[in-house]
């Protein structure tokens, strides 16, 4: 089992983790404009932000995953089946595809609100 680690010991990843989390529910609900349908240049660079960012959030995660305690399971699960939905979304063709990013995006927005609530309550603050 591994070793858990002291309170403060991983803080400047806790706080890259926090901030990640932060960035990526608000550029994830920024790409919401997509749900307009239209092949903008500027939704696929915004995307390809939130997107990036929700990556690093998840790597950040696995940093500090054996230190953590009382984080449930949904936790961990919906971030990384919400990246999965991304790459299912991207995989569209056609004129849904950027309807269905958006949409993704919603629901990594959703799912990191969660995580962030969760994660700053079993923190304490």
């Known amino acids: 089992m591994p070793e858990l680690q002291e309170p403060g010991e991983n803080a400047a990843v806790t706080l890259v983790h ?3 989390g932060l960035v ?9 404009r ?3 349908g239209k092949e903008d240049p500027e939704f696929w660079r915004l995307a390809n932000l939130a997107h990036g960012a929700l990556l690093l959030q998840i790597v950040s995660g696995f940093f500090l995953l054996t230190g953590t305690m009382g984080l449930s399971l949904w936790h961990y699960l919906l971030p990384t089946a919400s990246a999965l939905l991304v ?4 995989a569209v063709r056609g004129s849904l595809r950027p ?3 958006a949409l993704a995006s919603l629901l990594v927005a959703g799912a990191g609100v969660y995580s962030y609530l969760t994660g700053v309550g079993a923190a304490g603050g």
């Open 87 to 90: 790459g299912l979304a991207r």
């Open 18 to 20: 926090r901030l990640l």
């Open 34 to 36: 997509g749900l307009a």
């Open 24 to 32: 990526t529910i608000l550029l994830n609900l920024a790409c919401l």
């Open 99 to 101: 309807r269905a990013v």
